[in-house]
Nanobody, 124 residues
């Protein structure tokens, strides 16, 4: 079965960095776009960024553009989210997701598989 295991969350002070990882199995990883979403307490799940099947195209939410970077290693079936200059408002549970298509979108309903989520907490 399809499985996505995201990890790397933790507690960090504002201005710090974290790198999240998502290991995939059960499907042809290199044929699918991958995305990151997040959900803060009391808020709706929101788009963070996506990367296409080959890793040569990315898209980010305005709120994280310039601070977060998505990358992927198809040989390892793993996608990453490098988060720099973290802010308290970045605090959320972060989820990786596999797109139904070769190129991901910013819409959660275009993603068919999801990781369990990893908590990122940024202190002020």
């Amino acid at each position: 079965q399809v499985q996505l295991t995201d990890s790397g969350g933790g507690l960090v002070q504002a201005g710090g960095s974290l790198r999240l990882s998502c290991a995939a199995s059960g499907f042809t990883f290199s044929s699918k776009g991958m995305g990151w979403f997040r959900q803060a307490p009391g808020k709706e799940r929101e788009f963070v960024g996506v990367i296409n099947w080959s890793g040569d195209s990315t898209e980010y939410a305005d709120s994280v553009k310039g601070r977060f970077t998505i990358s992927r290693d198809n040989a390892k079936s793993t996608v990453y989210l490098q988060m720099n200059s973290l802010k308290p408002e970045d605090t959320a549970v972060y989820y990786c997701a596999a797109s139904n298509y070769r190129s991901g979108t910013r819409y959660a309903w275009d993603f068919g598989s999801w990781g369990q989520g990893t908590q990122v907490t940024v202190s002020s």
